[in-house]
C-alpha cells in the first residue's frame, strides 16, 4: 500500500509525464509545419515514449491498491525558433524529468518503500537514455549550424527512429 504523500507524488508524476508527451507533440506539428518530417519523427516517438512512462505510473499506482487522481495539464509552448531550439527544450525537459524521478526515488526511500523503489529503478535507467539521446541530437544540430544541407541530412537520419529506440 502506498502512503498517501507518494501516492500523491505519483499522482503529479502521471501528469507531468502526458505534459512532456503534449510538448513533444506540439514539437511534432511543429516540425511538421516547418516541413521537417524526419526530426516530427522523432518527436512521435518520443511522444510515445513519454505516454508509455505515464501510463506505467498510473498502472504502478493501481497494482499497489492506489488511488489515480487524474489531473488537468497544462497547455505546452507551440513554437519555437529554430530545430535546435525546439531540440534544446526537449533536452531541458529530459533533464528536469530525471530530477523529478530523483526527487520520487528519495520519497520512497524516505518512506521505506521497496516496491516504489524497484520501480523508479527503471525509470532512473531510462532517464539517462533518454538524456543521452536528447543531447546527441541538440550535438548534431549544433554541428549542423545554418547549413540547410547538414540539417536535411539529419532531419532524414532522425526520421528513421521508432518508439522504443535511443535517438
Same mark, same amino acid.
Given at each position: 500500500m502506498l502512503t498517501q504523500s507518494l501516492q500523491d507524488a505519483l499522482n503529479k508524476q502521471v501528469k507531468n509525464e502526458f505534459y512532456s508527451a503534449n510538448v513533444y507533440l506540439a514539437m511534432v506539428a511543429w516540425f511538421e509545419d516547418q516541413g521537417l518530417p524526419g526530426f516530427a519523427t522523432w518527436m512521435r516517438a518520443q511522444y510515445q515514449e513519454e505516454l508509455t512512462h505515464g501510463l506505467k505510473i498510473f498502472d504502478f499506482i493501481l497494482d499497489r491498491d492506489g488511488k489515480v487522481v487524474i489531473e488537468a495539464i497544462d497547455a505546452p509552448p507551440l513554437e519555437w525558433a529554430s530545430p535546435l531550439a525546439a531540440f534544446e527544450a526537449a533536452y531541458e525537459n529530459e533533464k528536469a524529468v530525471s530530477k523529478m524521478i530523483d526527487d520520487l526515488y528519495d520519497l520512497a526511500d524516505k518512506e521505506n518503500d521497496h516496491a516504489?523503489?524497484?520501480?523508479?529503478?527503471?525509470?532512473?535507467?531510462?532517464?539517462?537514455?533518454?538524456?543521452? %539521446?536528447?543531447?546527441? $541530437?541538440?550535438?548534431? #544540430?549544433?554541428?549542423?549550424? %545554418?547549413?540547410?544541407? $547538414?540539417?536535411?541530412? #539529419?532531419?532524414?537520419?532522425?526520421?528513421?527512429?521508432? $518508439?522504443?529506440?535511443?535517438?
Open positions: 516504489t523503489r524497484v520501480m523508479l529503478q527503471w525509470f532512473i535507467t531510462e532517464q539517462v537514455e533518454e538524456e543521452a %539521446s536528447t543531447k546527441l $541530437a541538440v550535438d548534431k #544540430l549544433k554541428l549542423a549550424g %545554418s547549413d540547410s544541407g $547538414a540539417l536535411f541530412v #539529419l532531419d532524414q537520419q532522425f526520421g528513421s527512429r521508432q $518508439a522504443g529506440e535511443d535517438g
